[in-house]
Structures are given as C-alpha cells and as structure tokens.
C-alpha cells in the first residue's frame, strides 16, 4: 500500500504540468499517495492550488496565513502519513495545521537553502524588519521537525549549526536533458559571458553592471549577454546605453536558445548573494562552460575554484571583474575550465525515478 504524503510549498504552477515536472510528479506519485499545496493556476487532482492575488505583494501574505487552515483541511480529508514542507516557514504552518485538525503527522523540513536569506534578499525591503524575528523562528522550525532533508554538503551544514542531523541528504531532481543531451559545441570566436537569472537583490545584479563596466575596457573584444528580467531593470538599461557594443539584454529565452545563449559563452557569471542549488550553473556545466560564481551557499557543492571556474566574493567588484578578465582573455584557460565543468556535470544527472525512490524512502522512515 502506497503511503500518503502532503507536500507543502510556495511553488508556483501553471497546470497541466510542463514535460519535465510531469516527470517528476509522476514518477512520484507511481510510489506515493500525493497531495501539494502550491500556488497558481490549473486544475490536477494531485495539486491544491492558491490563486495568485492581484497585488503580488500581499500574495505571499495571503499564502502563509490561508495555509495552516488549508493543512488542517488536508490532514482530516487526505490523511497523509507525513507532511514535506519546502522551507521552514512551511513547517511552521504544518505545527499550526496539526494543532487545528488534532493530527499527529510527522513532519519534515526541507532545507533547499538558508532561511536567514528569506527576509533579507527576497522580495520587499520592508521584510528586514522581519528579520530577526524570522530567524528565530526558521531555527525552531528545524529543531522541532520530525526530521530534515538537505539537498547538499552547504545545507547540512545549516541544519548541523541547529544542533540537528539531517535524516536524508539528495538534491530536488532537475531535469537537466535539454542541456545535456545535445553534443557540447566548442567555444566560439568571440569571448562572451552570460548571465541568466532574475533581477532580484539576491543575484547580485548590480554587482555584475559595476564588474563589467571594469572589466569591458580590459577585454574589448568580448561581450557579456544578461538573460534577465525583474525588478530594477534600469541597472540594465544603463549599462547597455553606457556599453552597447559589448552588451546585449534580452529579458527571457525558451530552453533551446538558453542552452545556445551558453554555448556562444565562454563563461556564466553568477556572483551570487545568497543560493540553494543553483539549478543555471548545472546546466551550465552540462554544456562545458566555466562558471564565475559567488561563494556563497550552495555555489561551491557545484564550482571547484580553479577546476571548473573561479569562486568569487558577491561583495568584492573588483574581483568580479578580474574573473571575467581572467577567462575572456585566455581561451586556453576557458577551455581547460570548460571540460572540467562537463566533467563535473555527470554526478548531478539523475533520474526522476531515482528522485521518486529517494523521496519515497524517507516518507516510509518518517512515517515509521
């Protein structure tokens, strides 16, 4: 008999599910009973959804305190044997659920990142003022958890500094054909750099504009492309009217010309502020490109410095620039770093059904 899991998130869907979540909900649901509480759009049987609110800002609002009641729902009419919940925050909800609906049900936190970046570099300003107080409580919420996932050695370490071990350590499967199955092209011509992300504070944006605006003089040759879209996008409109003959902006690409837009780079900067597992610099090693990123977070489980690219200090400009330089001055180096990082790819492909039996095993040990 099959056992019943609650997964509970913030994730956005937009149903019926694209080909790679299919995937992944599928070979998940071949094992589990499976209900999600998300938000978004859609109808599938397996998935609660939370309709977005007109004004984004009072969404997530509106997501946190609807949850616990919408648990407690679950639990009396699903009765899962355990609840995952995506973060903290969820967990929280999960303890405010079974209070409600008088369950029991085990819960589990998932650490996909660290919660202390969640008031700090994510969304309104105003949420610093949360901060502290939310600190508090993501430290809570793992230390009075059923039990804890990581995805990576960085994660582990956040659960440790709470004095918990983790119960399972793997990584949220990502679907990683689209960049791996297609044969990996050689470096072009032209050195180039890319960026693709959202401009939000946590990607460090602006630390990139104020690196290339150093670095482009010392490489006039070389281009930097942003794949970007988001809040501030004057930082971008600035750049590209200061340096339009080294830099192109477009504000999203379909997967098959993300996967060009890296093969006619030589390198993905990523000087990041805050990360889990960054799901752009994975692909980025499947196509055999070097990696300019932050070491920050889950960043250095996936860039080895000096072996597949350069880890970088988010705050350190100067030393973002050099990084660029570095690479798109030296083609020799830019391939070196490039089959290093392909390379380095081959741990994180794995499958949708190795995901399934990884996220089954630890329902059955919990629930236990």
């Not at 980025?284 to 300019?292: K, P, Q, S």
Request: proline share 8%.
């Amino acid at each position: 008999m099959k056992r019943r899991v609650l997964m509970v998130g913030r994730t956005r869907h937009r149903l019926p599910l694209t080909a790679s979540l299919a995937r992944k909900f599928d070979a998940l649901s071949e094992r589990l009973e499976l209900r999600q509480l998300a938000t978004g759009t859609g109808s599938d049987p397996r998935f609660d959804l939370h309709r977005p609110l007109p004004v984004p800002s009072l969404d997530g609002v509106a997501f946190y305190l609807l949850l616990p009641v919408r648990i407690a729902k679950e639990l009396k009419a699903f009765r899962p044997d355990a609840i995952l919940a995506q973060s903290p925050f969820e967990a929280t909800a999960a303890y405010a659920g079974r209070l409600l609906a008088r369950r029991r049900v085990p819960v589990v936190v998932e650490l996909h990142g660290d919660p202390a970046t969640f008031a700090r570099l994510y969304g309104s300003p105003l949420r610093k003022l949360l901060a502290p107080a939310l600190d508090r409580l993501a430290a809570w919420a793992i230390r009075r958890a059923d039990g804890v996932r990581t995805l990576s050695p960085f994660t582990t370490e956040l659960a440790q500094r709470q004095g918990v071990e983790p119960l399972a350590t793997f990584t949220t499967f990502t679907d990683l054909s689209a960049f791996a199955d297609p044969p990996v092209e050689p470096l072009p011509e032209r050195p180039a750099a890319v960026f693709v992300g959202v401009l939000e504070r946590y990607k460090n944006l602006d630390g990139i504009v104020a690196a290339w605006r150093l670095a482009a003089p010392q490489v006039p040759g070389a281009r930097l492309l942003l794949v970007v879209d988001g809040r501030l996008p004057e930082l971008v409109e600035a750049l590209v009217a200061d340096l339009p003959e080294q830099t192109e902006w477009v504000r999203s690409l379909p997967t098959p010309e993300v996967v060009r837009a890296l093969d006619d780079a030589w390198a993905l900067v990523l000087p990041s502020r805050s990360e889990g597992t960054p799901r752009v610099i994975l692909e980025t090693l499947c196509r055999g490109r070097a990696v300019i990123g932050g070491r920050v977070g889950g960043i250095p489980d996936a860039v080895h410095d000096g072996a597949n690219g350069f880890l970088v200090d988010p705050h350190d400009v100067e030393g973002i620039a050099a990084a660029l330089v570095r690479i798109l001055s030296d083609r020799e180096l830019a391939e070196r770093l490039g089959a290093q990082a392909l390379a380095d790819s081959i741990p994180w492909r794995y499958t949708a059904a190795e995901y399934a039996d990884n996220v089954a095993a630890l329902v059955e040990r919990v629930a236990r």
